[in-house]
């Protein structure tokens, strides 16, 4: 009898503890607002709370390289606007001084803001993005246009990026997706001879000839049409990667809210619940102690 007892009594503390552990682990979920707490809580779905994790991680990483790929293309889109303005300056220019009526000391104010012009135009092919110049392929560190120190009258490509093959620049920005972010500076303003033909201005205007200014008119157009459709592309593709930007910030959104529901605890049912486990554990102490007490007087008996 004495062994019966002393069982009931142990089986009785025990599952009292118990209560009070599920009592303790509900108040601190409420208290904390998660539900998860350590691997034991929800083994079912702790994987799939990993597994969200590491989406949210790879979305913030593709959401920088979205960010560092817009900045990128936003100042070769300031590039180009400049020079495509640069372009119409030498066009103004050109067209001014091929008409008649100018005397020496006009052509010379005309050659003069050429010249201004070719050294805004080289600060244009030199931009800079975070201390990278973009239009110089690999070697971004290095400045793409170095102009010839002895008047000014020739420039050059870097000879250091003369013998780099064109790379292009690209971002990650979805699993296995990668986008464009950069342009060819050898073919916007090497190849396409812009700085030879606003020379060859320059020197028609210092020599007055009004012929040869004309001549170029065509040729300064036609470098101006590249740059801005140059601009048009780097807006594209602004455009699509901010389409890309959206798309990946409404997965997060879903995501979070997936995480928040695995995660987060629904307090007014685990209040409930909490309400319900306080009558049981009391229900139960009441009764333990009844028992107890039958087992005293059993015993004394």
Not at 15 to 38: F, H, T
Not at 178 to 185: A, D, L
Request: aromatic share 6%.
């Amino acid at each position: 009898m004495r062994v019966s007892n002393n069982m009931t009594v142990l089986n009785t503390i025990s599952n009292l503890q118990q209560s009070i552990r599920e009592i303790a682990g509900l108040q601190q979920e409420i208290s904390s607002g998660q539900k998860m707490r350590q691997i034991s809580d929800d083994p079912a779905n702790l994987w799939k709370v990993i597994s969200i994790r590491q989406n949210l991680a790879s979305q913030d990483q593709y959401g920088g390289n979205i960010e560092d790929g817009i900045s990128w293309l936003n100042e070769a889109d300031s590039a180009f606007d400049s020079a495509n303005q640069i372009m119409q300056s030498a066009i103004d220019a050109a067209l001014s001084a091929s008409s008649t009526g100018h005397n020496s000391s006009d052509f010379e104010t005309y050659a003069l803001k050429v010249d201004n012009l070719i050294d805004q135009l080289v600060i244009v092919a030199n931009t800079q993005v975070q201390g990278r110049y973009i239009f110089s392929n690999s070697k971004g560190k290095q400045p793409f246009i170095r102009q010839d120190p002895g008047g000014g009258e020739e420039v050059n490509v870097n000879p250091s990026i003369t013998d780099t093959i064109f790379y292009e620049s690209t971002r990650e920005v979805l699993p296995q997706v990668s986008e464009t972010v950069s342009f060819n500076g050898q073919s916007l303003f090497i190849d396409s001879d812009v700085f030879t033909h606003l020379f060859d201005l320059k020197d028609a205007l210092k020599a007055n000839d009004s012929s040869a200014v004309n001549a170029q008119i065509e040729n300064l157009t036609d470098d101006q049409d590249l740059f801005i459709q140059s601009r048009s592309e780097a807006g594209t593709q602004i455009n699509r990667l901010e389409m890309i930007k959206t798309f990946i910030e409404d997965q997060n959104a879903v995501l979070q809210n997936t995480l928040a529901g695995l995660q987060s605890t629904d307090l007014e049912m685990a209040t409930t619940e909490l309400a319900s486990r306080m009558l049981t554990y009391q229900a139960a102490l009441s009764c333990t102690a009844k028992v107890l007490q039958i087992s005293l007087l059993d015993y004394l008996s």
